[in-house]
């Protein structure tokens, strides 16, 4: 399966703070994509990074990539409420994405 | 398009009705996915459409459930003799090439709710 598994499942934190979420997988992998979703704005891409890629910035967000490990880790800096979300990893060799069930974020003001 | 449409954004069947579901992807975009979300689920994969061509529909979960593309541009997911395990979100994406590995964008879904 190439279904990617994040961790932690609920993250609580005061805007401001960091928040870090990372994402197992078990395949080889060509590339790996964060998506952000919550009730405002439903299923947004955030960032793709490919297999031969380590780090990747996009804004206040960091992806970091280890094939090694079959890892990713995805970093918000200085969170603001408006990201509460849910953020999912999904890796992939395809264009056919594979979800997990998510990291649900919560930023409070 | 601005971005993907999907309708109708609330559905509510009774079991054995047939449903229609609609996905206006943005235009010109190649790929198109269907997805089924259970709630507290991440998205799965239900079918992906490169232009009208159904490439993969290994995640379709029976035979109730149809989707097509005939001009590669809307597609329809349509769901047999509902019933109620099939009540999620259905989100539609597209994506602008053939090629892999690009982001997809997403719908904002329907909710189909079966009593």
């Known amino acids: 399966s190439q279904q990617g598994e994040e961790d932690p499942q609920a993250l609580s934190i005061q805007e401001g703070e960091n928040a870090t979420m990372n994402c197992s997988y078990k395949t080889s992998i060509n590339n790996l994509q964060w998506y952000r979703q919550n009730s405002g704005r439903g299923l947004v891409h955030l960032i793709l990074?490919?297999?031969?890629?380590r780090e990747k910035h996009s804004g206040r967000l960091r992806v970091t990539l280890d094939t090694s490990k079959k890892s990713s880790s995805l970093l918000i800096t200085a969170s603001r409420a408006a990201d509460t979300a849910s953020y999912f990893c999904?890796?992939?060799?395809?264009?056919?994405?594979?979800f997990g069930t998510g990291t649900r974020l919560q930023v409070f003001p | 398009g601005a971005g993907v449409s999907q309708s109708p954004r609330y559905k509510v069947a009774k079991r054995g009705q047939d449903v229609a579901l609609r996905c206006d992807p943005i235009?010109?975009?190649?790929?198109l996915f269907w997805y089924q979300q259970a709630l507290g689920q991440g998205p799965e994969f239900l079918t992906y459409?490169?232009?009208?061509?159904?490439?993969?529909k290994s995640g379709l979960p029976s035979d109730r459930f149809f989707a097509e593309r005939p001009e590669g541009s809307v597609s329809t997911l349509k769901i047999q003799r509902t019933q109620q395990e099939d009540s999620a979100v259905y989100l539609c994406a597209s994506s602008r090439t053939d090629r892999t590995a690009y982001e997809q964008y997403f719908g904002p879904g329907t909710r189909l709710t079966v009593t």
């Open positions: 459409f490169q232009n009208e061509a159904q490439l993969d």
């Open positions: 999904a890796p992939g060799v395809t264009d056919k994405l594979i």
């Open positions: 990074i490919r297999s031969n890629e």
């Open positions: 235009s010109g975009h190649v790929s």
